[in-house]
């Protein structure tokens, strides 16, 4: 099924420890983006990816890097895990022209993130 | 800053009935505005768009409202079925695009 695909689905890490989530999508759209998902606090971008090739911070991008290897795949990297870091993470991406605000996201089934 | 209500108590409907769930805001001129569904385990699946010009918006039994006076949208399912029960969540969209906020969101049962 087309659509965006998220590993892994659950993760347990150590503080101090480093992952990296993996997204891909398979609808050619040019606008990729990372939300972290906390009960009671919404869904917050941590960042986003415009177009192949360029990355911006979003709301919370503290603890996290990311890279745009290729039009389909944008992925998430915790460098030093923080148990301030246990969250669901959901990849989204948008259509071509990158106007979500428009046609919505298109979520992934998000990685269950718990730091100890 | 802005700030998205949706109210956090969920709610219990009987199947049939219309389901109404509310989001309000604050300290924001959302140019539009988004309803999405979320299923437990689940991503937001994108359901309904409203523009900040536009009163009421359909889709087959969703209805959406939106009145920027009063800051507030309205979100309704008409002839609701156990299988409407989810979590619906708002996001406020600013008008460079690229600002999302989105609400925790309204948790849906619908019995049977």
């Known amino acids: 099924n087309a659509g965006v695909t998220q590993t892994p689905k659950f993760q347990v890490l150590k503080t101090g420890q480093s992952m990296t989530l993996q997204c891909a999508q398979d609808?050619?759209?040019?606008?990729m983006y990372w939300y972290r998902q906390d009960p009671g606090m919404g869904l917050r971008l941590i960042y986003y990816s415009a177009s192949e090739g360029t990355t911006d911070k979003g709301e919370v991008p503290n603890g996290y890097n990311v890279s745009r290897l290729n039009k389909r795949e944008f992925s998430l990297r915790l460098e030093s895990a923080a148990p301030s870091q246990t969250s669901v993470y959901f990849c989204?991406?948008?259509?071509?022209?990158?106007?979500?605000?428009?046609?919505?996201?298109?979520f992934g089934s998000g990685t269950r993130l718990t730091v100890v | 800053s802005q700030k998205i209500e949706q109210n956090s108590e969920a709610l219990n409907i009987q199947e049939g009935k219309t389901a109404t769930l509310t989001c309000n805001y604050t300290n924001y001129s959302p140019a539009y505005l988004q309803w999405y569904r979320q299923d437990p385990g689940r991503g937001p699946v994108f359901l309904l768009l409203i523009r900040e010009n536009e009163k009421e918006k359909r889709k087959e039994r969703l209805k959406v409202t939106f009145d920027t006076t009063l800051k507030q949208s309205l979100f309704h399912i008409t002839a609701s079925q156990p299988a409407d029960s989810a979590t619906y969540l708002c996001?406020?969209?600013?008008?460079?695009?690229?600002?999302?906020?989105f609400g925790s969101g309204t948790k849906l049962n619908v019995k049977p």
């Open positions: 989204a991406s948008s259509e071509a022209d990158g106007h979500p605000h428009y046609y919505g996201y298109t």
């Open positions: 609808m050619n759209h040019n606008s």
């Open positions: 996001a406020l969209v600013g008008y460079n695009f690229n600002k999302f906020y």
